[in-house]
């Protein structure tokens, strides 16, 4: 008893650190959205969410040695150019991870376009840029599944030492609900703040990237991609969390700098 509650405990904090990524996809992906149904389009999200993350850990639970299985019509060398074994996993990741880079660099290049910049100033929405309701709350339910796939495998391993497999999974469905419940606290408070600071906008959908560029790589790490004979390598966590540590601190600067400049500017005019 005391094994399992020290597993869950461990798996509520792998949770909550590897949600990060999840819940500034949500805030960013649920903006898209009207305005009215925005918080409706979190709230709904993450709950069907955490519903289909626990069928996932039943589906993985039982036929997790599939999703490992390299795909025999999928392995294969191409001269010495490309080496290849994809599985399951590896597919499920690498589309996960081109997808948000997809997404991220489509919000960058909205943000820095001449015609939307145009459209924002003389008043006029961009209707491109705008999803329904229900498309959000689909895009947020399948980016969440993508995000939970990494985690949840964690989980099965380190709930592999608990002997009694019901025991197991209920520890799991438990940490599950947990950081569910945890990301809805957490979505609207998020929201809220990008929204009062548009500036940090674009601080998100960068760090986004990386996570893509993140997924991506542990793909091709799981499919065993070698590019002309170099062996794909997976960016670790820390370099991660150290990556997004240097991006905050540089907009801080950034945003304080310029900030500094503006009142000097502002300073040498009404001198003159």
């Known amino acids: 008893m ?3 509650i020290f597993t869950l405990l461990m798996l509520v904090m792998l949770q909550a650190v590897l949600g990060f990524d999840n819940l500034l996809y949500i805030s960013l992906e649920s903006k898209k959205a009207p305005l009215e149904d925005q918080k409706r389009v979190r709230k709904v999200g993450i709950l069907i969410a ?3 993350r626990i069928v996932l850990l039943f589906v993985l639970v039982s036929v997790i040695e599939y999703f490992q299985e390299p795909f025999s019509f999928l392995t294969g060398k191409i001269d010495d150019v490309l080496d290849f074994s994809f ?3 590896s597919i499920i990741v690498l589309i996960g991870g081109g997808f948000i880079i997809y997404t991220a660099i489509k919000e960058i290049w909205h943000m ?3 015609s ?3 459209q924002i100033v003389d008043g006029v929405d961009n209707p491109k840029r705008g999803k329904s309701a229900n498309a959000a709350i689909v895009s947020i339910v399948i980016m969440n599944l993508v995000f939970s796939f990494d985690s949840i495998l964690a989980a099965i391993g380190l709930t592999s030492d608990i002997e009694n497999s019901t025991t197991a ?3 799991m469905a438990i940490a599950i609900v947990f950081s569910g419940l945890l990301m809805l606290l957490l979505a609207d408070k998020i929201s809220s703040f990008l929204a009062k600071n548009r500036m940090y906008e674009v601080l998100g959908l960068f760090i986004l990237f990386i996570v893509g560029i993140m997924l991506v790589t542990e793909g091709g790490h799981l ?3 070698k590019i002309f004979g170099n062996e794909i390598v997976p960016m670790s966590k820390t370099t991660f969390y150290f990556v997004i540590v240097v991006l905050v601190i540089v907009d801080i600067v950034q945003g304080r700098y310029q900030k500094k400049i503006i009142k000097e500017e ?3 005019s009404s001198k003159k």
């Open 2 to 4: 005391a094994e399992a």
């Open 50 to 52: 955490i519903a289909l």
């Open 87 to 89: 599985n399951g996993h």
């Open 112 to 114: 820095i376009s001449t």
């Open 116 to 118: 939307d910049l145009t």
């Open 169 to 171: 999974f209920i520890v």
């Open 223 to 225: 499919a065993h991609l």
């Open 266 to 268: 502002l300073t040498n």
